[in-house]
C-alpha cells in the first residue's frame, strides 16, 4: 500500500512559481513511476509529469520549458517546480505512484493562478 500526500499549493499570479511536493509513504517508492496529473473545473483530468525510478522525464506539451519534475528517493519526495504559470494552469493538482498494475493517488493540492 502506498500513501500519497501533495503540498505546496497556492495563490500565485501569472508570472510567478509554485513548487508541490509529494511525500510518499509505504514500500517500493523508489522503483515506483511517479508523476503529476491536473483537473480543472469543468474538465477531465490531464496528465502535466511523470519520473521513472531510472529519472527519465516526460510533460504534457502545455507544461514544457515551464515545469520540472525531480525525485529525491532517499526522502520519498517527488517534486513538481512550476515557473512562468500562467492562468490556464489553474487546476487541483494530484500526485500518483504507478508500480506494477497498481496506481495510487494523492487527495490533491489546489493551483490558482490570477491574471
Known amino acids: 500500500q502506498v500513501q500519497l500526500v501533495e503540498s505546496g499549493g497556492g495563490l500565485v499570479q501569472a508570472g510567478g512559481s509554485l513548487r508541490l511536493s509529494c511525500a510518499a509513504s509505504?514500500?517500493?517508492?523508489?522503483?515506483?513511476?511517479m508523476g503529476w496529473y491536473r483537473q480543472a473545473p469543468g474538465k477531465q483530468r490531464e496528465f502535466v509529469a511523470g519520473?521513472?525510478?531510472?529519472?527519465?522525464?516526460n510533460y504534457a506539451d502545455s507544461v514544457k520549458g515551464r515545469f520540472t519534475i525531480s525525485r529525491d528517493n532517499a526522502k520519498n519526495t517527488v517534486y513538481l517546480q512550476m515557473n512562468s504559470l500562467k492562468p490556464e494552469d489553474t487546476a487541483v493538482y494530484y500526485c500518483?505512484?504507478?508500480?506494477?498494475?497498481?496506481?495510487?493517488w494523492g487527495q490533491g493540492t489546489q493551483v490558482t493562478v490570477s491574471s
Open positions: 509505504g514500500s517500493a517508492f523508489s522503483s515506483n513511476t
Open positions: 500518483y505512484s504507478r508500480g506494477g498494475a497498481k496506481t495510487y
Open positions: 519520473i521513472t525510478s531510472g529519472g527519465s522525464t
